[in-house]
C-alpha cells in the first residue's frame, strides 16, 4: 500500500509526517519475499522525491542492508534494492557518496553480470547516476570495475540494456579526459559507433551523447571517435525526427571539429557543414545551438574553413538564427560564429556584411535588455567584421549610428579604402559622409584624428572646407563684409 501511495507526489509528505521510514527498515528482512521488495519499491519511490528523503534513507542506515541483500535475494530484490541506490544516489554528491561509502558499487558491478537483464539495467542505471557527479565518483565507478561490463551490456539485444549502459559511459567520460580514455581502452568506441543507426531514437541520443563526452576531451580522443567510421553515417541523425538526436548528433561534430583544421577539414569533405547548416534550419531554439557552435569552430581554424562555411551558405542561416531566436544565449553564439567567419579577408567580411547583420548586430550591442554576454560578442563580432570589410555600403550606416569605441574601426576602414579608389571617393562626397566625417569630434594626436586626417587627404581642400561644420556661416560673414566695386 505504501509502494503504491509513494507514487503519486501529494501522498509523500503525509507518508513522511507518519514515520513510514522506520516502518519500511524491518520489512527489508521480513521472511515473505514479496513484502521485502515491497519495501524496498517503496523505499526507492519516497527516496527518488526529494533529497530530504533520500537523506533519511542514508541516516535511517538502510543501505548497509540493501547491499547486503543485494548480493544474497533473487532477481525481483535486487531490481528493487537497486533501485533505491540509485534513487538516493541521483540527488547530490555526498548522497551518492554516502552510497559508495556502505559498499554499493561491488555488489552493483557484480548485478551487471547477472542473468537477468532487468537486473543488469538496474545496476547500470545506479552506477551511472552515481558517476554523473564529478570525476572522483565516476573513478570510484571505474575502479569498481564496472567499464568492461558496462561495454558488453551495451551489446545485449534488450533495447533498454542498451540505452542504460550508454548513458552510463557517457556520465563516466564527461569528466575528464583520463575517464574518456578508460572507456576507450575497453573498447566502448567501436560498439557505440556502430549502433549510431539503430532505429531506436532514445538508444540514439545516447550513443551520440557517449561519443560526444569522449570526442570532447582531445585532439587523440576525437581522433579516435573519427576512426570508427562515423561518418558520413552520424549525418543521417541531423535529420532525424528526434529533436534531440538532431542535436546530439550536432553536439558530437561539434565537439570533433573544435580541436583542429584537419578534424574541421575532414567534416568539410564529408559534406557536414552543409548537413548542420541544413540542421540548423529545421529546428529552433536550444537544438539549433551546437550547430551554431559548430560552424563558429570550423571558422575560426582557417580561411578556407570560413570560406567554406559561406559556400554552403552558413551565414544567411546564422543570421536568420540572429535575427529569430529569443534566448540571448542563442544570439550571442550567432553573433560570435558570425564574427569568426568575417574576420579572416575583405571577402569574408563582405559575404557576412552583404546579409545586413552589421546593424542588427550594433542593436544588440548597444540594447539595455541584451545580457553582458550577448553585448560582448556583439561588439566582438563587429570589430572582427569591421576590421576587415572594405565593403562600403555596409560601413557607411555606422558613419551615423555607432558610438564613438565601434566609430573608430568604420571610420578606420573608409581611411584604407578611399585613397584606392576614385569611384568610392566621389560616392563618400555625394552621400553625404565625408560631410559627417567633418562633423566627427576626435582627440588630437588620436588614432581617430589620423584615420580622419587621412580620408581629408584624398580630398582638394576646398571641398573638405566646404564640407566642414560652420563653412556656411564663414560665407556667410564673407557676404557680409564684402564691398562691391562701384563704378
Wanted: hydrophobic letters at 45%.
Amino acid at each position: 500500500m505504501v509502494a503504491e501511495l509513494a507514487t503519486r507526489p501529494q501522498n509523500i509528505e503525509t507518508l513522511q509526517n507518519a514515520g513510514v521510514m522506520s516502518l519500511l527498515r524491518p520489512l527489508l528482512l521480513d521472511v515473505v519475499p514479496t513484502i521485502q521488495q515491497t519495501a524496498a519499491l517503496a523505499l526507492g519511490r519516497l527516496a527518488n522525491y526529494n533529497d530530504d528523503l533520500a537523506e533519511a534513507v542514508v541516516k535511517g542506515d538502510i543501505l548497509p542492508q540493501l547491499v547486503y541483500s543485494l548480493a544474497e535475494q533473487n532477481r525481483f530484490y535486487k531490481k528493487a534494492a537497486a533501485f533505491v541506490l540509485r534513487a538516493v544516489g541521483k540527488h547530490s554528491p555526498q548522497l551518492a557518496q554516502a552510497v559508495v561509502d556502505c559498499g554499493a558499487l561491488d555488489t552493483l558491478v557484480i548485478c551487471l553480470e547477472d542473468f537477468d537483464p532487468g537486473v543488469k539495467e538496474a545496476a547500470a542505471w545506479a552506477l551511472g547516476y552515481i558517476a554523473r557527479h564529478n570525476a572522483e565518483l565516476s573513478q570510484a565507478v571505474v575502479d569498481a570495475g564496472a567499464v568492461p561490463l558496462l561495454v558488453l551490456c551495451i551489446q545485449e539485444p534488450e533495447i533498454a540494456l542498451k540505452r542504460i549502459a550508454a548513458s552510463a559511459l557517457s556520465d563516466i567520460s564527461k569528466h575528464s579526459p583520463e575517464l574518456a580514455q578508460t572507456v576507450v581502452d575497453a573498447g566502448a568506441v567501436a560498439h557505440l559507433a556502430q549502433m549510431i543507426l539503430n532505429p531506436d531514437p532514445k538508444l540514439k541520443r545516447q550513443i551520440l551523447s557517449a561519443l560526444s563526452q569522449i570526442a570532447k576531451h582531445s585532439v587523440d580522443l576525437a581522433e579516435m571517435v573519427v576512426e570508427a567510421e562515423i561518418f558520413p553515417v552520424v549525418l543521417t541523425c541531423l535529420k532525424d525526427k528526434d529533436e534531440y538526436v538532431k542535436k546530439n548528433a550536432s553536439t558530437l561534430i561539434r565537439e570533433i571539429a573544435k580541436h583542429t583544421p584537419e578534424l574541421s577539414q575532414l567534416i568539410v569533405n564529408a559534406g557536414g557543414v552543409a548537413a548542420v547548416i541544413d540542421c540548423i534550419g529545421s529546428c529552433k531554439g536550444n537544438i539549433r545551438l551546437p550547430g551554431i557552435m559548430m560552424l563558429g569552430y570550423v571558422a575560426t581554424h582557417s580561411e578556407n574553413l570560413a570560406m567554406a562555411v559561406i559556400i554552403s551558405k552558413g551565414v544567411p542561416q546564422l543570421s536568420i538564427c540572429l535575427s529569430e531566436e529569443p534566448e540571448d544565449h542563442i544570439k550571442a553564439a550567432a553573433a560570435w560564429a558570425l564574427g569568426q567567419i568575417g574576420r579572416h579577408t575583405p571577402e569574408h567580411a563582405r559575404a557576412v556584411a552583404v546579409t545586413n547583420i552589421l546593424p542588427v548586430l550594433l542593436s544588440l550591442y548597444l540594447s539595455t535588455e541584451s545580457s553582458e554576454d550577448l553585448q560582448v560578442k556583439s561588439k566582438k563580432a563587429i570589430k572582427n567584421i569591421l576590421q576587415k570589410c572594405t565593403y562600403l555600403p555596409a560601413l557607411e550606416p555606422f558613419l551615423y549610428e555607432a558610438p564613438p569605441n565601434i566609430l573608430k574601426h568604420v571610420v578606420g576602414q573608409f581611411s584604407k579604402v578611399l585613397p584606392h579608389d576614385s569611384k568610392a571617393r566621389r560616392l563618400f562626397v555625394t552621400s553625404g559622409g565625408l560631410k559627417k566625417v567633418q562633423e566627427i569630434k576626435a582627440e588630437p594626436g588620436s588614432l581617430l584624428q589620423e584615420y580622419i586626417n587621412n580620408i581629408n587627404n584624398c580630398y582638394p581642400e576646398e571641398i573638405v572646407r566646404y564640407y566642414s561644420p560652420g563653412f556656411s556661416d564663414t560665407l556667410l560673414q564673407r557676404v557680409d563684409s564684402y564691398q562691391p566695386l562701384t563704378n
